[in-house]
């Protein structure tokens, strides 16, 4: 009996016993079971790749939300794609703010991250922020750039242009509808005179260049011709001088002559140097009356090389409003620096590599009411023609103001609207915001301006991109192959940037060109 009860409890204890291991190991399957069921519920709120049931059009525009972790890309008549994104992490943050699509590659590699593959790579800003395909972890992630699925990227990678304004909002924002008389409003007589007034500017501005080239040869010849004359003057005033001294020492020996003889040999000596001396004195008012002439030519030359100048620059500087007429404008309005910027692309290649040559001749002052109270930050874009003007959207991604009111307390200077309102076309855009234009904002951008109130880690840790000297064509540049827009390549005063700090960011200020940057 004693046995059997041995046996039993034996049995019994044996039930109840577990190895130690196991009991880990179930408890680690269930807190993996836990885990997986919390990254899959993570990742089902994670937004997912789709596109719009229509055809879709040329994209105008993408918002990125950092909130929602996703992209949507729409063109004239509403969102066409949408996708998943990974922003910045935390101390590498993707910048909330504006900015535009300034350089493609489809096979990026960085140099700032060990060779990292960034494929489909559409850069935002020189020092290194864009969107690129890669990996997506559920989750904000990168060093400050704007991942998105592989395929997404590369199916996406041919249908954008340079220029496309990319907006990155600290929270969801879309595009609604917007209308307001501070709007532009294309004339379409004005629209339809664009291509003959082009090409009859352009036709003046080559006459002007080939004008201006001619009278800065003559101008150089007439001062080379010139420049001999103060040596040669020089050298018979010597003459002159000379054979006047040699006449005063002849009379000197007249009159110190005690005989007949000394004062005959003396006056023989007397008319020889006379001679003399009024030839030298022949000679240099000759030599002056030529001079004269001469200094007169390099000043009349030199007056008209610079008046051939000056209407060279005013005949290119026509011609070109008239070409970039055929392009969409961009104005940027900031109550930081109370001035207002227009950018136009001109499409040419930028002369010291990457990107392209954005204009920006136009920056003027703007006048704010009540300058003290924020304006928020607000993009109008025109997404497309009407019957009689242009149907306008409106994209807030900093509500300071609304943005009706932000932009009744600006009034746009008269003549620059009248200079680019009339032929403004879809994808024309004005932008409004406290913020001034960041350092990145250069000849090779759009416009780039962050919000300072909000994290910017992937964008203030990257270097800013360094000055290097412009390359320039020649002064007879203008075709410049034929496009007309040779100017962009002899302006003498580029307006790309020289940071200055306000608070920890840096803003635009027209000073050198920057280089090419990469990451």
Known sequence: MKDLMTTAQSTTAMRRWRPPGLAVLATAVALTALIGSAEAAKQARQPAEAVAPREAGEPIMAIVSIKSQQVTFYDSDGWILRAPVSTGTTGRETPAGVFAVVEKDKDHRSTMYDDAWMPNMQRITWNGIALHGGPLPGYAASHGCVRMPFGFAEGLFDKTNIGMRVIISPNDAAPIDFTHPSLFVPKREAIAAVPGRADKLSAEAEEAVQAAAEAKKAAAAAAKEAASLPASLRKLEQQKAKADSELAFADKKIAAAKTDQARAQAEELKQKVATKAADAASALDAAKAAAQPKRDAVAVTKEAAKVAASRKADAVTAATDAKLALEPVSVYISRATQKLYVRRNTHKPAPDGGGEVFDTSIEVPVTIRNPDQPLGTHIFTAMAKTDTSLRWSVVTIEDSDNAKDALDRITIPQDVWDRVGPTALPRSSI???????????????????????????????????????????????????????????????????????????QYYQPAQPMQRGFW
Not at 459 to 466: D, G, Q
Not at 485 to 503: D, T
């Open 431 to 505: 932008i409004i915001s406290d913020e001034p234009l960041s350092a990145e904002t250069n000849y090779r951008t759009e416009f780039v301006a962050v919000l300072s109130n909000h994290p910017q880690g992937g964008f203030i840790t990257r270097k800013p991109t360094a000055p290097p000297p412009m390359e320039m064509a020649s002064d007879e540049g203008w075709g410049n192959g034929g496009n007309g827009f040779g100017f962009f390549f002899q302006q003498p005063n580029p307006q790309p940037v020289n940071p200055r700090r306000r608070g920890q960011y």
